[in-house]
C-alpha cells in the first residue's frame, strides 16, 4: 500500500483544562474523499486547523505528504487548498478581483479556471463583496478554492448556507476532484453528502475518533425486522458479521453483507413480514451522539 497522503500520530490539543483532541490517530489515502463527522465543539475544526498549520498540537503530529504540519507549514501550504468553515473574504473588492487575487498567488492558481466554477455555482463576480449574501460569499470562497490545482482539498463546511441545488454542483466538483486524482477531506453535518461523496468517514466525539468506516463497507449493512410464526429455539452460529435479538415472537438481524446467506435460513424458519432496510449513516451516527437534525436545504 502507498504512504497515505495524511497522517495523524497519538495528535493531541489542549486549551488549559479543556482536551480539544484526545490521541487521535488517522491515514487518509491518495485519491481519497473522506468525511469527518461529529456535532459541534467535537473537535473537527481543530483537527484541519493543525492539519493548515494554524494551531500547534499539544503533543503528537501531523503530516501531509510526509511534511510535519508545524514545523513546515508553509510547505504544506503549497499542497493544500482550504476553505474554512467561515471564510474571510476582501469586502471591499469585487468578486471577480478576489478570485483573480487568489488565482496569482498561487502558482497552481487558475482564474479562468475560477470563472468557470463561479459560472457553475451561479455567481455574479461583478458584485461587491461586502454586498454579496452569505450564501454568495461561500460561493466565491468555494471558486477560489477549486480553481487550486493542489494535491489535497480541505473542505471545513463546504456546502454550508447554499441551497440543495448549489450544495449538488459542490458535490459533483469534489466527484471531478478525485476523478482527477486529488484528495478531499470533507467535513459535513449533512450525512447524506457524506453518503454520497466519500469514500471513507471517521466520526468524533469528545476530541476521539470513535469509528471509522468505509462507506462501501456501511452500504452492504442491512437491518431486518421479522414476524416469527413461533419463537425460534436456536439462531444460527455460523454466519458472522450478523447479529440476532429475539424479543417474544420477533426477530431482529443486523448483518453486514450477508444476506445472500441469510434468505434461505429465513425462509426455512417460519418468518413473515419480513422487512428490510440499509442502517445507512444516520443510525451509525446516532450510536455516539443520539438522534442529531434532519438534513435541512
Known amino acids: 500500500m502507498s504512504i497515505p497522503l495524511v497522517q495523524i500520530r497519538s495528535l493531541t490539543k489542549r486549551y488549559g483544562d479543556f482536551l480539544a483532541l484526545d490521541d487521535c490517530n488517522l491515514e487518509i489515502q491518495t485519491g481519497q474523499v473522506f468525511g469527518l463527522l461529529g456535532p459541534n465543539g467535537a473537535g473537527k475544526t481543530t483537527l484541519l486547523r493543525i492539519l493548515m498549520g494554524f494551531l500547534r498540537p499539544t503533543s503528537g503530529s501531523a503530516t501531509i505528504a510526509g511534511l510535519d504540519c508545524d ?3 508553509v510547505a504544506v501550504h503549497q499542497q493544500v487548498s482550504y476553505i474554512p468553515g467561515e471564510p474571510r473574504l476582501f469586502r471591499t473588492m469585487r468578486g471577480k478581483t478576489v478570485l483573480r487575487f487568489f488565482s496569482e498567488v498561487r502558482p497552481d492558481g487558475n482564474f479562468e479556471r475560477a470563472r468557470r466554477i463561479a459560472r457553475r455555482l451561479d455567481l455574479d463576480l461583478d458584485r461587491w463583496v461586502g454586498f454579496m449574501s452569505t450564501g454568495m460569499r461561500q ?6 478554492c477549486f480553481s487550486i490545482h493542489a494535491p489535497l482539498l480541505v473542505m471545513d ?3 454550508a448556507n447554499l441551497d440543495p441545488s448549489v450544495r449538488g454542483e459542490v458535490i459533483q466538483l469534489v466527484a471531478e476532484a478525485k476523478a482527477a486524482g486529488r484528495t478531499v477531506v470533507f467535513c459535513s453535518h449533512v450525512l447524506s453528502e457524506i453518503e454520497e461523496v466519500c469514500d471513507d468517514v471517521a466520526i468524533l466525539r469528545a476530541g476521539r475518533f470513535v469509528h471509522h468506516q468505509s462507506i462501501h463497507d456501511l452500504n452492504r449493512q442491512h437491518r431486518l425486522h421479522c414476524d416469527l410464526e413461533h419463537a425460534l429455539a ?4 455460523n454466519l458472522a458479521g450478523v447479529t440476532f435479538e429475539q424479543t417474544g415472537k420477533s ?10 446467506e ?8 417460519g418468518v413473515r413480514n419480513v422487512h428490510v432496510e440499509r442502517v445507512g449513516l444516520r443510525a451509525v451516527y446516532d450510536r455516539y451522539h443520539g438522534p442529531m437534525e434532519r438534513d435541512v436545504a
Not at 436456536?234 to 452460529?237: D, F, G
Request: no cysteine.
Open 157 to 159: 463546511e463546504p456546502t
Open 262 to 269: 441469510l434468505l434461505p435460513w429465513l425462509a426455512k424458519s
Open 139 to 144: 460561493k466565491l470562497a468555494l471558486a477560489a
Open 71 to 73: 514545523r513546515q507549514r
Open 234 to 237: 436456536e439462531l444460527p452460529r
Open 251 to 260: 426477530l431482529t438481524i443486523e448483518t453486514q453483507g450477508k444476506l445472500d
